[in-house]
């Protein structure tokens, strides 16, 4: 490796040898995460030779790069010292560049004027939901997300449509709708994005276009509905019983980019509807990874700090999503939150002090 090395390692750097993932996450930025030190390693090739798995998976989502070559001529994956550390290179990686997954944006709710509308269009969009899977066979179901909602979707390429496609022709074959939360959490393909735009596309008014297809059935309510394949594969992850397992209540992060006239709406009292899924996670930390903090006079960098009381109303699916360690919480549609109060905090990111809007929200109960 030819470069010109400092003689002293750089905190950044032994703050990965000492597995110290907070000072990483805080000062981790592009001059640095590549760097040499002075023993010819990178900082992922220091996380890698002393085992800390975390970190290294820390490091490659912010784009480490794999292939660099220490004085030896090993790469980071070939310096690990047990299965865990190597593992760590074969898992799934969300990227930062990836920031919708755990970012939120104006479109994904509904403001609504008081609780108790709120409450009513929420109960009856998930009782409209529900009977699909009271009527309709599951292999139905999932058949019509494959050849109805599937062919819709405009991916970048075919291959990630063949690739949905495969792993829900799977799904359908094992009749095990976990599986959807494994397509779900892809972060190559990024179907949730896909399917959490055609979600808050509609919003509530899905049961009008719900309602039309049965009329234009001739009432035929054995059969999936014609055009809402992102409400079939919805309501199965909120309604089939492989998912109770996976309920959850407590507290989740998830950040936020929205626009200062958008961030407006959040005042203590208001009543919010969700219209899609919401990626949230018990870990702050993940959350705080996706916040945007460059442009803050556009888009003021926010955190949202859920309280989930109703165990219904999310699941916490780390151990069926390709990314366990994000300890992802699933907010489901149609789930109703007060904002309860909002003030400033501080978060360190790129060796800088921003100080943030966090805004506190929690479910209400029912009536």
């Known amino acids: ?10 905190d950044f750097y032994l703050a990965c040898c000492n597995n110290d993932l907070k000072t ?33 998976r820390l490091l490659l989502r912010y784009h480490a790069s794999r292939s660099i070559r220490n004085d030896e001529g090993f790469t980071p994956e070939e310096l690990a010292p047990n299965d865990e550390t190597r593992a760590a290179f074969k898992d799934p990686v969300r990227t930062i560049s990836d920031s919708n997954h755990f970012v939120a944006s104006s479109r994904e709710v509904e403001w609504l004027d008081s609780y108790k509308n709120a409450y009513r269009i929420s109960y009856e969009n998930h009782e409209h939901m529900k009977r699909w899977l009271t009527k309709v066979a599951l292999h139905k179901l999932l058949k019509a997300i494959v050849d109805d909602y599937i062919e819709t979707i405009k991916f970048k390429n075919e291959n990630d ?30 179907f949730h994005d896909f399917l959490n735009h055609d979600l808050a596309e509609l919003g509530s008014d899905f049961r009008f276009v719900s309602t039309q297809a049965l009329i234009n059935s001739g009432y035929v309510d054995n059969e999936p509905p014609q055009g809402l394949g992102q409400y079939i594969f919805a309501s199965i992850i909120i309604n089939h019983s492989h998912f109770r397992p996976y309920h959850y209540a407590g507290i989740t992060f998830r950040g936020m980019k929205i626009t200062q006239k958008d961030l407006e709406e959040y ?25 945007d903090c460059t442009d803050h006079k556009i888009h003021p960098p926010v955190i949202c700090k859920y309280k989930v009381i109703n165990p219904k109303s999310s699941l916490s699916i780390e151990k069926i999503s390709r990314i366990e360690d994000e300890k992802e919480v699933l907010i489901l549609p149609f789930t109703v939150f007060q904002v309860k109060q909002q003030h400033y905090v501080e978060l360190k990111k790129d060796c800088q002090i921003h100080n943030i809007k966090e805004i506190e929200l929690e479910e209400c109960g029912p009536l």
């Open 161 to 190: 449509r063949k690739t949905i496609k495969e792993e829900l022709l799977y799904v359908i074959d094992e009749e095990d709708p976990l599986g959807l939360i494994w397509t779900y959490t892809s972060p190559s393909v990024k």
């Open 24 to 56: 990483v996450q805080e000062n981790a930025n592009r001059s640095e995460i590549d760097a040499p030190g002075s023993d010819g390693n990178t900082p992922l090739h220091a996380a890698s030779m002393y085992g800390h798995a975390k970190l290294v």
């Open 267 to 291: 005042n203590t009292g208001n009543i919010v509807l969700t219209r899609s899924f919401l990626s949230t996670s018990k870990d702050r930390s993940i959350a705080e990874l996706f916040v």
């Open 1 to 10: 490796m030819t470069s010109s090395m400092s003689s002293q390692p750089t």
